[in-house]
């Protein structure tokens, strides 16, 4: 500890007197607050509060005091520098706001340009549909069960209950495969040939039923299914009709099933898909590989059947019939049921199955089918994902 | 069947209000599908009346004949004055009773009658033809009727111009319904009315001096009635109750004797045929025929019969495809004016042909030869046998009433013996179908109404009606009670099923597949497999390629599409050309979806053709044969792209899509199989054969082919009309899913810093990049984390024929910090073997 300051200079201590810290203080609020930006602020720092600032020497001067006025002049100084670095920091935080929010907006872009480097890909709504139908059913617990297109007409047709003079076994309604393999050894007389050759036994498929079948050869009851696929008739393309179409059947084959089982069936998928409470009707109706069998409709989902009978709301969805025809249904006619290994004393079934086109048109209000088969993108882009 | 209601309320005593609506109501909910009720003569009002012309005067200077004539209408106009009207039809003449509309009547389509101008006359209204009364859509001039009607009767009440017509699209297996009979049945149950049969006749016994008959085929023919009419008059016509019937039924009035065939047809079911007298010599036969044995049928083709076809003969061979249709030899004879006496000449006595064919033989002549008559519809979908003597009476009863002639006392009929079909069934099994319980009383009520006689408690014996041969099975008589009962009352119950284990990992696959390539930009585009030789020539495929393995179908929608699609991109492409044509220009398409291998043997093929039974489940060889006759038919997944692939815009320019782009899609595709491809330089067609992958995947071990991806053959481009630099990449899933590594081994990650080094090697252009990334992986060792190439250039400083490949290795250690020396000393590891493998030269070393 120093001894005592004798030597006091009163020239010396002049710039600790309360008026001298208040100038000086003053002075450096006034050059901070006019520092326009950080660089002046900076320059405005460095000869306030530097080293050689005033303050800072003045600061220097506290220890020549005698002990009595050193407290006062440290407490005088240590307050004016202080306010001093509490000023400089405020406004060192105002320019740097000012800045920040300066580049922001001249970082500014336009958020409308486009953004379209990449166009969407979709797939394709018939996909996506029969997806989703699948979906209803996988939620039941039904497995999804797949077969080939090109079918022998046993799992087509015999096992199915046609005999073989049905009609649909004529050659306007199915796509028959020449028995010649066609590999290389090409007939050119196909005319002529084709009514021999529409005895290979080897057909496309004309519906997913031949996936039933081999569903039930396959496995054990209980058996519960649902069929997706393309299938062929031989209609040519226009607005309403294409040969090649889109079928999702359902099979289930368990002990004691019903008629009661399969309407419950139905009014679940339909609700799936259309929501709940549309209601399903069947009426009876004729297939070889069901008896009973019923055509199925649902109830129409955009008027609720309000547009029958009132020409002032119609409905474009139901033609104002009230009803849509889903497609067609059934109890599993015990003789397919024999012709796959099914006990039918112990078993029974139920099965349906309808058109994706069809659905999709009434679903979607597609006017003509061809938009479906044509593959152009305009049409398939909007459908995205899912459906 | 078109049922006209009037003609319905003849044997079943509707509600007098019951509209065309209502009873196609009950109807529908009894399983007959009513498609749509007819409302004929809706908006028809009169006057519309019986005139009689009284004069006609021929004007001359049009373009065709123009009568102006007066005709008298009675009061009808008021003023008992003849009408004037002009008339351009010239097929009646002074005296003829004609149909006149009066001034202020409207026709249907809103056609209002007025007095106008026209040729220099005014026409007070107008003389109708069937089509403008909408009674058919004959043009043949105007209506004359028959003489006996009075002037200034009501013309729409005289010729029933006012009903309501249901049309029943009738199923195969209700074959009854293709008659009044049938659908009055149908109608009474549903009421719960009774009906008038109109089947219950006195029919007399048959005896032996009836026209002779022979059957030497009691198979297809069980029954064969004839009965003989003499003495008809060829003027006689069919009355208008009895045109009307047949018009609005769907059916043209032709002659009085074919309108009395064609009439009981549509009442009882029963095709009937008529042979003139005159005509058939001898016995009347039904056998097969003689292969090559030769028919012309009625309307004039001739036509070379099949063994299998049952023909009806006279002594001087077939005179009708039975049940199919008549010959033209034994036609009835049309009514003609004898050139001398003037009187009408046709044909005076007639043999009335009522038979029972078997449904089978019916519709294989029938398609055998292409002729769908009313009479071969109905047979094919069975007939009632036992109606064959009412229906014969009926016509009998018919021509003596309208055409004055008189019945001959011999009736023939030829049966075969056939007892009742019985189906023995449990009560309770309608309820245990339909899930509700009925109750005995009610199946055997319902089972009654169908016709059927029931006896029996527990276990009932059911004998089904003649008409309904569709009944042979106890589930067929649930249907009967069932849908008696109403489908619409039936309740709703879920099943439950055992619990699932959702799709399988190939379904899966599929999905993720298709959402991976639209995910990438990819519309899905699904394509027929039609396809055709020529474009996989214009594809440029070997002849040995295996594509050329078509699968040719018997009766293709096209002749230019005969074969199913051994690829998919055929038909990618003709969409991609589609969407281009239609101005859209940038384009990346996909499809997944069974492409068809001819693969089979012809004897292996051969085994389809032959029929398994189906009275019980075939043995699991006999299944497996049929599957090795069909051909190979794997899931592929394709995708074609032209145009840009990334959009020019303000952000700076475009990039065309190109060959790599194909190739990412093949590798895209790979991964959703968890599959890491390996890609090759290849040549195949359709490929550019410097721009061509094979895609290859490692299955047990071996390394096959999944796939091929690339830009196409310039010439392919030119060939089908492409957009240039068109590229395309083709895998098939099935393979590829073969590839999929078992459940993935989570890396371990590690924290510590990474150490990159990039190393740039001059090799010649002809070393794959992928080798020389190969080399590296493999010479970097363990501590390599990750090498990618981000530079390749060429120029003149590396000299010709060589390349500069710039890759990026990232160095780590799972358990420390690496040195810089332990990353410079993997890094020289990894370019020693690159230098060793690919001859490569460390640049700037």
Same mark, same amino acid.
């Given at each position: 500890?120093?001894?005592?300051?004798?030597? !006091?200079?009163?020239?010396?201590?002049?710039?600790?007197?309360?008026?001298?810290?208040? @100038?000086?203080?003053?002075?450096?609020?006034?050059?901070?607050?006019?520092?326009?930006?950080?660089?002046?602020?900076?320059?405005?720092?460095?000869?306030?509060?530097?080293?050689?600032?005033?303050?800072?020497?003045?600061?220097?001067?506290?220890?020549?005091?005698?002990?009595?006025?050193?407290?006062?002049?440290?407490? @005088?100084?240590?307050?004016?520098?202080?306010?001093?670095?509490?000023?400089?920091?405020?406004?060192?935080?105002?320019?740097?706001?000012?800045?920040?929010?300066?580049?922001?907006?001249?970082?500014?872009?336009?958020?409308?340009?486009?953004?379209?480097?990449?166009?969407?890909?979709?797939?394709?709504?018939?996909?996506?549909?029969?997806?989703?139908?699948?979906?209803?059913?996988?939620?039941?617990?039904?497995?999804?069960?797949?077969?080939?297109?090109?079918?022998?007409?046993?799992?087509?047709?015999?096992?199915?209950?046609?005999?073989?003079?049905?009609?649909?076994?004529?050659?306007?309604?199915?796509?028959?495969?020449?028995?010649?393999?066609?590999?290389?050894?090409?007939?050119?007389?196909?005319?002529?040939?084709?009514?021999?050759?529409?005895?290979?036994?080897?057909?496309?498929?004309?519906?997913?039923?031949?996936?039933?079948?081999?569903?039930?050869?396959?496995?054990?009851?209980?058996?519960?299914?649902?069929?997706?696929?393309?299938?062929?008739?031989?209609?040519?393309?226009?607005?309403?009709?294409?040969?090649?179409?889109?079928?999702?059947?359902?099979?289930?084959?368990?002990?004691?099933?019903?008629?009661?089982?399969?309407?419950?069936?139905?009014?679940?998928?339909?609700?799936?898909?259309?929501?709940?409470?549309?209601?399903?009707?069947?009426?009876?109706?004729? !297939?070889?590989?069901?008896?009973?069998?019923?055509?199925?409709?649902?109830?129409?989902?955009?008027?609720?059947?309000?547009?029958?009978?009132?020409?002032?709301?119609?409905?474009?969805?139901?033609?104002?019939?009230?009803?849509?025809?889903?497609?067609?249904?059934?109890?599993?006619?015990?003789?397919?049921?024999?012709?796959?290994?099914?006990?039918?004393? @112990?078993?029974?079934?139920?099965?349906?199955?309808?058109?994706?086109?069809?659905?999709?048109?009434?679903?979607?209000?597609?006017?003509?089918?061809?938009?479906?088969?044509?593959?152009?993108?305009?049409?398939?882009?909007?459908?995205?994902?899912?459906? | 069947?078109?049922?006209?209601?009037?003609?319905?309320?003849?044997?079943?005593?509707?509600?007098?209000?019951?509209?065309?609506?209502?009873?196609?109501?009950?109807?529908?909910?009894?399983?007959?599908?009513?498609?749509?009720?007819?409302?004929?003569?809706?908006?028809?009002?009169?006057?519309?009346?019986?005139?009689?012309?009284?004069?006609?005067?021929?004007?001359?200077?049009?373009?065709?004949?123009?009568?102006?004539?007066?005709?008298?209408?009675?009061?009808?106009?008021?003023?008992?004055?003849?009408?004037?009207?002009?008339?351009?039809?010239?097929?009646?003449?002074?005296?003829?009773?004609?149909?006149?509309?009066?001034?202020?009547?409207?026709?249907?389509?809103?056609?209002?009658?007025?007095?106008?101008?026209?040729?220099?006359?005014?026409?007070?209204?107008?003389?109708?033809?069937?089509?403008?009364?909408?009674?058919?859509?004959?043009?043949?001039?105007?209506?004359?009727?028959?003489?006996?009607?009075?002037?200034?009767?009501?013309?729409?009440?005289?010729?029933?111009?006012?009903?309501?017509?249901?049309?029943?699209?009738?199923?195969?297996?209700?074959?009854?319904?293709?008659?009044?009979?049938?659908?009055?049945?149908?109608?009474?149950?549903?009421?719960?009315?009774?009906?008038?049969?109109?089947?219950?006749?006195?029919?007399?016994?048959?005896?032996?001096?009836?026209?002779?008959?022979?059957?030497?085929?009691?198979?297809?023919?069980?029954?064969?009635?004839?009965?003989?009419?003499?003495?008809?008059?060829?003027?006689?016509?069919?009355?208008?109750?009895?045109?009307?019937?047949?018009?609005?039924?769907?059916?043209?009035?032709?002659?009085?004797?074919?309108?009395?065939?064609?009439?009981?047809?549509?009442?009882?079911?029963?095709?009937?045929?008529?042979?003139?007298?005159?005509?058939?010599?001898?016995?009347?036969?039904?056998?097969?025929?003689?292969?090559?044995?030769?028919?012309?049928?009625?309307?004039?083709?001739?036509?070379?019969?099949?063994?299998?076809?049952?023909?009806?003969?006279?002594?001087?061979?077939?005179?009708?495809?039975?049940?199919?249709?008549?010959?033209?030899?034994?036609?009835?004879?049309?009514?003609?004016?004898?050139?001398?006496?003037?009187?009408?000449?046709?044909?005076?006595?007639?043999?009335?042909?009522?038979?029972?064919?078997?449904?089978?033989?019916?519709?294989?002549?029938?398609?055998?030869?292409?002729?769908?008559?009313?009479?071969?519809?109905?047979?094919?979908?069975?007939?009632?046998?036992?109606?064959?003597?009412?229906?014969?009476?009926?016509?009998?009863?018919?021509?003596?009433?309208?055409?004055?002639?008189?019945?001959?006392?011999?009736?023939?009929?030829?049966?075969?013996?056939?007892?009742?079909?019985?189906?023995?069934?449990?009560?309770?099994?309608?309820?245990?179908?339909?899930?509700?319980?009925?109750?005995?009383?009610?199946?055997?009520?319902?089972?009654?109404?169908?016709?059927?006689?029931?006896?029996?408690?527990?276990?009932?014996?059911?004998?089904?009606?003649?008409?309904?041969?569709?009944?042979?099975?106890?589930?067929?008589?649930?249907?009967?009670?069932?849908?008696?009962?109403?489908?619409?009352?039936?309740?709703?119950?879920?099943?439950?099923?055992?619990?699932?284990?959702?799709?399988?990992?190939?379904?899966?696959?599929?999905?993720?597949?298709?959402?991976?390539?639209?995910?990438?930009?990819?519309?899905?585009?699904?394509?027929?497999?039609?396809?055709?030789?020529?474009?996989?020539?214009?594809?440029?495929?070997?002849?040995?390629?295996?594509?050329?393995?078509?699968?040719?179908?018997?009766?293709?929608?096209?002749?230019?599409?005969?074969?199913?699609?051994?690829?998919?991109?055929?038909?990618?492409?003709?969409?991609?050309?589609?969407?281009?044509?239609?101005?859209?220009?940038?384009?990346?398409?996909?499809?997944?979806?069974?492409?068809?291998?001819?693969?089979?043997?012809?004897?292996?093929?051969?085994?389809?053709?032959?029929?398994?039974?189906?009275?019980?489940?075939?043995?699991?060889?006999?299944?497996?044969?049929?599957?090795?006759?069909?051909?190979?038919?794997?899931?592929?997944?394709?995708?074609?792209?032209?145009?840009? @692939?990334?959009?020019?815009?303000?952000?700076?320019?475009?990039?065309?899509?190109?060959?790599?782009?194909?190739?990412?899609?093949?590798?895209?595709?790979?991964?959703?199989?968890?599959?890491?491809?390996?890609?090759?330089?290849?040549?195949?067609?359709?490929?550019?054969?410097?721009?061509?992958?094979?895609?290859?995947?490692?299955?047990?071990?071996?390394?096959?082919?999944?796939?091929?991806?690339?830009?196409?053959?310039?010439?392919?481009?030119?060939?089908?009309?492409?957009?240039?630099?068109?590229?395309?990449?083709?895998?098939?899933?099935?393979?590829?899913?073969?590839?999929?590594?078992?459940?993935?081994?989570?890396?371990?990650?590690?924290?510590?810093?990474?150490?990159?080094?990039?190393?740039?090697?001059?090799?010649?252009?002809?070393?794959?990049?992928?080798?020389?990334?190969?080399?590296?992986?493999?010479?970097?060792?363990?501590?390599?984390?990750?090498?990618?190439?981000?530079?390749?250039?060429?120029?003149?400083?590396?000299?010709?024929?060589?390349?500069?490949?710039?890759?990026?290795?990232?160095?780590?250690?799972?358990?420390?910090?690496?040195?810089?020396?332990?990353?410079?000393?993997?890094?020289?590891?990894?370019?020693?073997?690159?230098?060793?493998?690919?001859?490569?030269?460390?640049?700037?070393?």
């Amino acid at each position: 500890m120093s001894a005592p300051n004798k030597s !006091f200079d009163p020239v010396e201590v002049e710039a600790l007197k309360p008026e001298e810290i208040a @100038r000086m203080r003053d002075e450096a609020l006034a050059a901070f607050a006019a520092a326009g930006d950080l660089a002046a602020l900076h320059e405005a720092k460095i000869a306030h509060t530097g080293d050689r600032s005033p303050l800072a020497l003045a600061n220097r001067e506290i220890g020549a005091l005698p002990p009595q006025a050193k407290a006062d002049a440290g407490k @005088r100084v240590g307050g004016a520098r202080g306010e001093v670095s509490r000023a400089l920091k405020a406004r060192q935080e105002e320019l740097e706001a000012e800045r920040d929010a300066r580049v922001l907006v001249e970082e500014a872009v336009d958020v409308t340009l486009p953004t379209d480097r990449f166009t969407p890909g979709a797939r394709h709504p018939l996909t996506t549909l029969s997806e989703r139908i699948e979906d209803v059913f996988v939620a039941m617990g039904y497995e999804v069960a797949e077969g080939p297109e090109v079918e022998a007409e046993w799992f087509n047709f015999d096992a199915l209950n046609f005999t073989p003079d049905h009609p649909a076994r004529a050659m306007q309604d199915t796509f028959f495969v020449r028995a010649t393999d066609g590999g290389g050894a090409a007939k050119q007389d196909a005319k002529q040939d084709a009514e021999q050759d529409a005895e290979s036994g080897i057909v496309l498929r004309t519906h997913t039923s031949p996936v039933q079948v081999r569903s039930m050869l396959d496995r054990e009851p209980p058996i519960y299914v649902v069929c997706p696929g393309r299938v062929y008739r031989t209609d040519e393309l226009d607005a309403t009709h294409t040969p090649v179409f889109h079928q999702v059947e359902l099979l289930a084959i368990d002990e004691g099933l019903t008629m009661a089982d399969l309407k419950g069936t139905l009014d679940h998928m339909v609700g799936a898909l259309f929501g709940a409470g549309v209601r399903t009707r069947l009426r009876p109706n004729y !297939f070889p590989f069901t008896e009973p069998s019923a055509e199925m409709d649902m109830q129409c989902y955009v008027c609720h059947g309000e547009s029958v009978g009132n020409p002032d709301r119609p409905c474009r969805t139901c033609s104002s019939e009230g009803w849509i025809e889903l497609g067609g249904c059934g109890m599993v006619n015990p003789r397919v049921l024999v012709a796959c290994g099914i006990d039918p004393e @112990r078993y029974s079934g139920f099965a349906f199955g309808f058109g994706i086109e069809r659905m999709l048109m009434f679903r979607h209000n597609v006017e003509d089918m061809r938009d479906m088969v044509e593959g152009d993108v305009r049409f398939t882009r909007p459908f995205g994902m899912e459906i | 069947m078109r049922i006209p209601l009037s003609w319905l309320r003849e044997y079943v005593d509707l509600p007098a209000g019951e509209t065309g609506r209502d009873v196609q109501a009950k109807l529908v909910a009894a399983g007959l599908e009513v498609e749509t009720v007819e409302q004929l003569g809706a908006g028809l009002t009169g006057p519309l009346v019986v005139g009689k012309v009284l004069a006609i005067e021929v004007l001359e200077g049009f373009k065709k004949p123009i009568r102006y004539c007066q005709v008298d209408v009675g009061q009808a106009n008021n003023t008992g004055e003849p009408q004037n009207i002009i008339c351009g039809a010239s097929n009646f003449a002074v005296g003829d009773k004609v149909v006149v509309v009066l001034p202020g009547a409207e026709l249907p389509g809103g056609f209002k009658i007025s007095a106008r101008k026209t040729y220099g006359h005014v026409s007070e209204g107008m003389i109708c033809s069937a089509s403008e009364l909408g009674m058919s859509d004959d043009h043949d001039g105007i209506i004359v009727l028959p003489p006996e009607h009075e002037v200034g009767t009501d013309a729409i009440e005289l010729l029933e111009l006012r009903d309501e017509v249901l049309d029943i699209a009738v199923t195969p297996d209700r074959g009854y319904c293709l008659s009044l009979r049938g659908v009055a049945r149908e109608t009474a149950t549903a009421y719960g009315l009774p009906l008038r049969d109109p089947a219950l006749l006195d029919v007399p016994a048959p005896n032996g001096y009836g026209y002779p008959v022979s059957v030497s085929d009691p198979v297809g023919c069980d029954r064969f009635t004839a009965r003989t009419v003499v003495g008809l008059s060829p003027e006689a016509r069919s009355p208008i109750w009895l045109q009307r019937r047949l018009q609005k039924a769907g059916m043209r009035p032709i002659s009085l004797t074919v309108d009395v065939a064609n009439y009981v047809m549509l009442e009882l079911g029963q095709p009937l045929h008529t042979y003139d007298r005159s005509r058939i010599s001898g016995t009347i036969g039904v056998r097969r025929a003689t292969p090559g044995e030769k028919l012309t049928t009625l309307e004039g083709v001739k036509r070379v019969l099949d063994a299998e076809d049952l023909v009806i003969t006279d002594d001087n061979g077939p005179i009708g495809l039975a049940g199919v249709m008549g010959g033209a030899n034994t036609e009835i004879a049309d009514v003609a004016a004898d050139p001398t006496s003037g009187e009408s000449v046709g044909t005076t006595d007639v043999v009335i042909e009522a038979a029972h064919f078997d449904a089978v033989s019916i519709a294989r002549t029938a398609r055998r030869h292409k002729i769908s008559s009313e009479a071969s519809r109905r047979f094919e979908r069975g007939v009632d046998p036992e109606a064959t003597s009412a229906a014969a009476q009926r016509a009998v009863d018919l021509l003596v009433l309208l055409a004055g002639g008189t019945a001959e006392a011999g009736v023939t009929e030829v049966t075969a013996p056939s007892g009742p079909r019985t189906i023995t069934m449990s009560a309770d099994h309608p309820d245990r179908v339909a899930g509700v319980a009925y109750g005995r009383e009610t199946v055997v009520r319902r089972l009654q109404e169908v016709g059927c006689d029931v006896y029996g408690q527990d276990e009932l014996v059911v004998t089904v009606p003649s008409w309904r041969p569709d009944l042979g099975a106890p589930n067929d008589l649930a249907e009967e009670v069932i849908r008696l009962e109403g489908y619409a009352n039936l309740p709703a119950t879920l099943p439950q099923p055992p619990a699932g284990r959702g799709l399988t990992e190939r379904q899966r696959l599929h999905r993720r597949v298709g959402r991976a390539l639209a995910g990438a930009g990819y519309t899905e585009a699904p394509n027929y497999p039609f396809t055709s030789e020529e474009i996989l020539d214009q594809l440029g495929l070997d002849s040995d390629d295996p594509r050329r393995a078509t699968v040719r179908l018997a009766n293709p929608l096209s002749d230019t599409e005969p074969v199913l699609r051994t690829t998919l991109l055929p038909g990618l492409l003709g969409a991609l050309r589609r969407n281009d044509g239609r101005g859209e220009h940038d384009l990346a398409l996909f499809e997944t979806g069974l492409v068809f291998r001819a693969a089979a043997t012809p004897d292996e093929v051969a085994v389809a053709a032959v029929r398994l039974p189906v009275d019980r489940r075939p043995s699991d060889t006999e299944i497996a044969a049929l599957n090795t006759a069909l051909p190979r038919q794997p899931r592929r997944a394709a995708v074609v792209l032209a145009g840009t @692939r990334e959009r020019a815009g303000w952000w700076g320019k475009g990039r065309p899509a190109d060959w790599s782009d194909a190739i990412e899609a093949g590798r895209a595709v790979a991964r959703q199989a968890g599959v890491e491809l390996i890609v090759r330089q290849d040549q195949q067609a359709p490929w550019h054969p410097g721009r061509c992958a094979a895609l290859l995947a490692v299955v047990d071990g071996q390394e096959v082919l999944v796939g091929n991806a690339g830009e196409l053959h310039p010439r392919v481009i030119k060939t089908l009309g492409l957009p240039e630099r068109t590229s395309a990449m083709e895998i098939e899933l099935d393979r590829l899913e073969r590839a999929t590594p078992g459940p993935v081994q989570a890396p371990h990650v590690s924290t510590f810093p990474v150490a990159t080094r990039d190393v740039a090697l001059i090799v010649d252009a002809s070393v794959p990049a992928a080798d020389v990334e190969t080399a590296l992986r493999e010479g970097a060792g363990a501590l390599l984390e990750s090498v990618r190439l981000f530079d390749q250039f060429t120029g003149e400083q590396l000299g010709a024929g060589k390349k500069s490949l710039a890759y990026a290795l990232r160095l780590r250690a799972s358990d420390r910090t690496l040195t810089a020396d332990e990353a410079s000393a993997a890094r020289d590891a990894a370019v020693a073997t690159a230098v060793e493998r690919t001859g490569a030269v460390l640049r700037g070393a």
